[in-house]
């Protein structure tokens, strides 16, 4: 694998500069066979796509005044999906191309709270885990402290445009880390 930013398609609309042309030049890189086994959309036992609010409540009653890092693994679906006759249906985008929509929406709110990238790959291959579970974009984004992540999430802008989120995935993970030292030798 490469080292080095190859995609910023955060889940909170990150994207620090770095244009969705540099992952599809990334995809064009690798092989037909790796491809094909990368987009292919197995049919997963249960799908993600907002937290529900057991899972939001809890994470209020973690430590609120530490940085916030969020893990974020995003498979897009292969057509955007939108409400028929809409504009954006008739665009007739994929997935990708709708979650890019919504980042140039969202990425001035993220800047403004103050989140930052800590860390982007390019899923190659899961050598461990369940077959069906492919992701198309895996990333941390840092938040200062928790308020800053419920800013985004309230922000008036972000939520006009969440709707394009909701379009192009198919399937996400969202897991709140703890940096932790560990001494591994």
Known sequence: MKHGII??????????????????EHHAKTSSAETSATSEKMAAPNTYIDSDKKAYDAMLELPVDQPLDMLNMIRYKDKAVYEEGSEFAKKNWTGEQAYAEYRRHSSPVARRVGSS????????????????????????????????????????????????????VADSRLIRLESVTADIE
């Open 117 to 168: 990238v800590a860390y982007v790959g390019a899923p190659q291959l899961t050598v461990i885990g369940p077959e069906y579970e492919k992701w198309d974009s895996i990333f941390i984004i840092r938040y200062p402290n928790l308020k800053s992540f419920q800013a985004l999430l309230s922000d008036p802008e972000y939520k006009k445009h969440a709707f394009h989120r909701s379009a192009a």
């Open 7 to 24: 995609n910023l398609t955060l889940m909170f609309g990150l994207t620090f500069g770095v244009s969705s042309a540099i992952l599809a």
